[in-house]
């Protein structure tokens, strides 16, 4: 079956530019996550949707982030007024439920490479 | 809340060897942890993960590693390195919500 998708793969933005990142979960997938892969690192969370609730936004490194869910499906990412510091790999993963059991598991997208110039 | 350490940033095995990379857990409790994988420009992809129901667990491309309480560890393991298994390997615990990725294992397989 089709996995997590996302869209674009690469995005290059000016300094100061508005940036919007698609994800498609897996079908049927309650739970999705954001998080951020700065280059050599690993992932950090960004944030957490249960259905179209955001139950967890404390790893949003500032209100320039922002995320949504709306149908509880498809999930945005939108940076505005990108710095260079945002320049990194944006991972999407979902999860059947995330609450319901201890050891569900992630499953990661391909990622969005954001590079800021 | 859980933390891992993975002691080594990076290993160097020729093909054909024994693969052996280490977790330590810091926990008071039974911790659901989990190891993954990353492949260069790939998504991340779960090799194993500790449920609590066998210490011992097998994972995908030959993948195991054990759950040891008294040392407060989940080493990674495979019998015989693949040049295919050169990526970031990640042990990842999960509190509440969240899953916390460290800075990895970086594995080299030497041809």
């Known amino acids: 079956g089709a996995g997590v998708s996302q869209s674009p793969r690469y995005k290059v933005a000016k300094r100061g530019q508005d940036v919007a990142l698609r994800c498609d979960p897996i079908s049927g997938h309650v739970s999705l996550f954001w998080y951020q892969q700065a280059l050599g690192q690993g992932p950090e969370f960004l944030t957490y949707?249960?259905?179209?609730?955001?139950?967890?936004k404390s790893g949003l490194p500032s209100d320039r982030f922002f995320a949504e869910r709306p149908e509880g499906s498809v999930s945005t990412l939108k940076i505005q007024r990108t710095q260079q510091e945002d320049s990194a790999v944006y991972l999407c993963?979902?999860?059947?439920?995330?609450?319901?059991?201890?050891?569900?598991?992630?499953?990661f997208g391909p990622g969005t490479r954001l590079t800021v110039l | 809340a859980q933390s891992v350490t993975q002691l080594d940033s990076h290993v160097s095995v020729s093909e054909g060897t024994p693969v052996l990379l280490r977790c330590n857990y810091s926990?008071?409790?039974?911790?659901?942890l989990f190891w993954y994988v990353q492949h260069p420009n790939k998504g991340l992809q779960l090799l194993l993960k500790y449920t609590s129901a066998a210490t011992l667990v097998k994972g995908i491309n030959g993948f195991e590693a054990e759950f040891k309480k008294s040392e407060t560890s989940f080493h990674l393991t495979k019998p015989s390195a693949h040049m295919s298994d050169a990526a970031e390997y990640f042990c990842?615990?999960?509190?509440?919500?969240?899953?916390?990725f460290g800075t990895g294992t970086s594995l080299t397989v030497i041809p």
């Open positions: 990842v615990p999960r509190t509440g919500n969240q899953f916390y």
């Open positions: 949707f249960q259905n179209e609730a955001q139950l967890d």
């Open positions: 993963a979902s999860s059947t439920d995330f609450l319901a059991g201890a050891y569900n598991e992630q499953f």
């Open positions: 926990s008071s409790y039974s911790p659901s």
